[in-house]
């Protein structure tokens, strides 16, 4: 009796020193199992600079220059062809020229300082529109243009109220044109031979203007090249010819980043990952300009095992962006309106979107904006499931996220700057809430 008394002693003994084994993702009895609250997983951060991309078929284009204390300075043109009218009214030989004018149509979009007054120069494509490479034209294209503008204007473009803008156009390309609408030659009649008379315009502001990029409407007759005249008898009678902007694959927007000084220089053809040792310690968002940034997770598995000694179950993983603290402002650093996340790896191709809990749609986050300070800004994202796949797969340790601009053909500057570094600065924090088993 008593050897059985020991036996039962020494199998209650055991038990006490195993610990219960659990499979990773089941849900132990509630005797074995604690919540806890991780925040000590760091993100390594790089930003990912493309030399060139494509810019034609866009919905808007993007005027001005402007100076980014971050990023360097961008300016930004638009190139574009011009169609002849449905038809053309009988213009008596006693009739007058008045001018030659272009109407530009803003879109609202801006980023940049808009109080100050920008030099906006129209100029006629020396050359025709051609693709510079596979179908397509880049922010890097650039079609030559003759010396002298067509027409200039010094301007202070107030985005939110100003629908339209008017350059006056130079009087002998209004005459020679004029003299062609009153005989109705092929050259304005002819969509064909009109774009060999006139290859397109571009548009223009001047080398030392830095205030800010616009946006412009980019559909078809966004763009009026107005001929004004007026009839003479029996008494005078104001009247004109337009000339329409085509929204084809041959319109597109120049952009051109200066980025000296900022460590953000193309280290090989295609794509450059920058580390934030180049960039003052610093990563940057800014698709409209080239500039993507991408976000792995190498310590994740490790810091997880280290801290819970067998943690269980991933129950919720949240991804917080925050902006540099006094990097954005309401009003000319304006933060990007949505942001969302595509999956990446070693590769630094841009993988599939990241969806929401339903699987069906991309999983989009709007910045929270302190109103008060301007300095507790950040997005949220819930990635529970694509957190949950890197931990219970292995090889993982280089894949992450691409921080996206939602998809769009209208081109915007909107841009990002984070703190690439760890601890209480840190701009990008995974926080990750997990079941795991008591000691």
Do not use: W
């Not at 600079?49 to 220059?65: M, V, Y």
């Not at 220089?265 to 003052?280: C, D, F, K, Q, R």
């Amino acid at each position: 009796m008593k050897g059985i008394y020991l036996a039962i002693i020494s199998v209650l003994i055991l038990a006490s020193c195993t610990r219960k084994e659990i499979e990773f993702g089941t849900i132990p009895e509630n005797a074995y199992t604690s919540i806890a609250y991780i925040d000590t997983v760091s993100a390594q951060l790089s930003t990912v600079l493309l030399d060139s991309f494509k810019t034609n078929a866009d919905t808007s284009f993007l005027l001005g220059r402007y100076y980014d204390p971050y990023l360097g300075t961008i300016s930004a043109k638009p190139f574009f062809q011009m169609s002849v009218p449905a038809s053309l009214p009988d213009i008596p030989s006693s009739a007058i020229l008045d001018s030659l004018s272009l109407i530009i149509k803003p879109n609202k979009y801006y980023y940049g300082d808009t109080s100050r007054l920008q030099t906006v120069a129209v100029y006629e494509l020396a050359q025709p529109i051609s693709f510079t490479y596979n179908n397509q034209l880049y922010n890097t294209s650039d079609i030559q243009v003759k010396p002298v503008p067509l027409g200039s204007r010094v301007i202070k473009i107030s985005p939110s109220n100003t629908d339209s803008f008017t350059i006056r156009l130079s009087d002998e390309r209004a005459i020679a044109l004029f003299n062609k609408v009153k005989q109705k030659t092929s050259d304005v009649t002819t969509q064909s031979e009109f774009l060999n008379y006139l290859y397109g315009l571009s548009i223009g502001t001047a080398v030392n203007d830095i205030g800010a990029v616009i946006g412009l409407k980019g559909t078809d007759a966004s763009f009026v090249m107005r001929l004004h005249y007026h009839l003479t008898v029996p008494y005078p009678e104001p009247a004109f010819v337009d000339f329409t902007s085509l929204a084809n694959e041959y319109a597109f927007t120049q952009v051109l980043p200066d980025r000296t000084g900022t460590g953000l220089s193309v280290l090989t053809p295609g794509v450059s990952e920058i580390s934030p040792a180049l960039t003052n310690g610093r990563a940057f968002l800014q698709p409209g300009s080239g500039i993507t940034l991408k976000m792995i997770f190498p310590t994740l598995r490790g810091v997880l095992n280290r801290e819970n000694n067998g943690m269980v179950k991933l129950l919720k993983a949240e991804l917080i962006v925050k902006p540099k603290e006094l990097s954005s402002d309401l009003f000319i650093y304006k933060l990007p309106a949505a942001l969302s996340l595509a999956q990446t790896d070693a590769t630094n191709l841009v993988g599939n979107n990241v969806l929401d809990s339903t699987g069906l749609a991309t999983l989009i986050a709007t910045p929270t904006i302190d109103q008060v300070y301007g300095v507790n800004n950040y997005y949220r994202f819930n990635v529970t499931q694509y957190i949950n796949q890197m931990l219970t797969t292995t090889g993982m340790e280089r894949s992450g996220f691409y921080l996206m601009q939602q998809a769009s053909t209208a081109r915007i500057m909107d841009r990002l700057v984070v703190e690439a570094a760890g601890g209480k600065e840190a701009g990008v924090m995974l926080l990750l809430y997990v079941l795991n088993i008591n000691n």
